[in-house]
């Protein structure tokens, strides 16, 4: 809860926009979250402080350098912690001691009920307003999601995964979110693009339904 209420707070919105946008200056982020330049270094500041922040000059063309942020190392403990070591080990152990099958079920256990708690948040009749709505609720909980038009569907991008020490272990961990889309917004969203393999974001390609 404290990591949510934090994420919804113009600081912890402008963590989030750096972690997307990798560096961003003042005036950018002013621009994005329609506050004043001033009111945007005050808290890049504090963040700076804090440890969370760098700056470095960049030249922008031909006129004079910029000052653009970036998030440290010391940032990723803002983002929510899903003690990755213990759900290794915890999976490891059902499919060792239960089976593969077994952990495929614990899986989708898991998925059915975050898929639950999610159906509370969205209340839309279209496709799109869903996204937007699951997109909404999954930047709360620290994962920085967007949604996009692409064409006649929509595309729900996440750029950070906070299974991502697991997955590369347990794959079917991704099925989780794969469960969420298809019983809140479309059965007919498909991954195109992950996280897990190299990929810049997790894409989901998004059908109206």
């Given at each position: ?155 729900l991008r996440e750029h950070n995964c906070p299974y991502a020490k697991t997955v590369s272990e347990h794959p079917e961990v991704c099925s989780i979110i794969h469960t969420v889309l298809r019983e809140t917004v479309s059965a007919e969203s498909t991954q195109v693009e992950s996280l897990a393999t190299g990929g810049d974001a997790c894409r989901f390609e998004i059908k109206a339904s």
């Amino acid at each position: 809860m404290q990591e949510a209420r934090f994420f919804q707070s113009t600081r912890g919105k402008i963590v989030s926009a750096l972690r997307r946008r990798h560096a961003a200056s003042a005036v950018d982020l002013a621009g994005e979250f329609g506050l004043s330049t001033n009111a945007v270094r005050q808290q890049l500041l504090a963040l700076e402080r804090d440890g969370y922040v760098a700056e470095r000059a960049v030249r922008r063309g031909r006129t004079k350098p910029t000052l653009e942020y970036s998030l440290t190392a010391g940032a990723e403990e803002l983002f929510p912690q899903q003690y990755d070591r213990m759900l290794n080990a915890v999976l490891r152990e059902v499919r060792e001691t239960l089976g593969a099958e077994a952990l495929s079920s614990v899986i989708q256990g898991i998925g059915k009920r975050a898929a639950a708690k999610v159906r509370e948040r969205v209340g839309a009749s279209d496709t799109q307003g869903r996204a937007h709505e699951v997109a909404t609720y999954l930047r709360e909980q620290g994962v920085e999601a967007e949604v996009i038009q692409v064409g006649g569907a929509v595309e729900l991008r996440e750029h950070n995964c906070p299974y991502a020490k697991t997955v590369s272990e347990h794959p079917e961990v991704c099925s989780i979110i794969h469960t969420v889309l298809r019983e809140t917004v479309s059965a007919e969203s498909t991954q195109v693009e992950s996280l897990a393999t190299g990929g810049d974001a997790c894409r989901f390609e998004i059908k109206a339904s």
